[in-house]
């Protein structure tokens, strides 16, 4: 019995172990980026193809981010109390203080959206990022069509949520979760090892 006991609390340690190794290698600081930079891509053309109203007008270039950009997005969405981030790119232009509209085929009647923009010195460093530096901007949308009001350019997603509604809710961090997942499999692993000095005293 005492060796059925020693060999579930080892078996039970060593799943947890893998579990904590599964989740370490699926959170968001190791992404596998293909596929979603190549949706990312295609979302920045098919904007920059429908055009984009930047101040009655004036110049701009749309430009392609990262899948890492979505999941910062993502990240501060949720610890904001917004929700899905349905994309992200560069929009750029020499305008400031003006109405940007663009089409976004993605749009869907009855929900309401913002425009998540990264204001941080430098975005393209990544030493210099800012997981704060955020402002969220307030959005009319028409059918496929979502305007805002821009002070300057960098980094926008198209995040799911209202602008009144984004609350400064603190999301765990995975790091947390995966520390705490260590933290039981190390009081698992002393469980087994008791149990089998245990088994050899009483031979």
């Known amino acids: 019995m005492k060796k059925l006991i020693r060999s579930i609390a080892i078996t039970l340690a060593a799943v947890l172990v893998f579990g904590m190794t599964v989740c370490a290698a699926g959170s968001p600081s190791a992404p596998t980026a293909s596929a979603a930079d190549t949706a990312l891509a295609a979302q920045a053309q098919q904007i920059a193809n429908d055009g984009v109203n930047v ?39 020499s305008a400031t ?21 990264y204001i941080g010195a430098d975005w393209q460093d990544d030493s210099k990022y800012d997981e704060n530096a955020y402002e969220v901007i307030s959005t009319k949308v028409n059918g496929k069509f ?14 799911e949520g209202s602008a009144s509604a984004a609350s400064a809710v ?34």
């Open 146 to 159: 979502i305007s805002g009001f821009f002070t300057k350019f960098s980094p926008v997603g198209i995040v």
């Open 55 to 93: 101040g009655n007008g004036q110049s701009y270039k749309i430009g392609n981010l990262s899948e890492k950009w979505l999941i910062r997005m993502q990240r501060y969405a949720d610890a904001h109390g917004l929700g899905k981030v349905l994309t992200c790119f560069d929009l750029s232009s």
């Open 97 to 117: 203080n003006v109405d940007v509209t663009l089409r976004f085929n993605d749009l869907s009647e009855g929900k309401s959206y913002v425009f998540l923009h």
């Open 170 to 203: 603190v999301a765990p961090k995975t790091g947390e979760i995966i520390a705490l997942s260590a933290i039981m499999a190390l009081i698992m692993i002393a469980g087994a090892v008791v149990c089998a000095k245990k088994a050899r005293l009483q031979k």
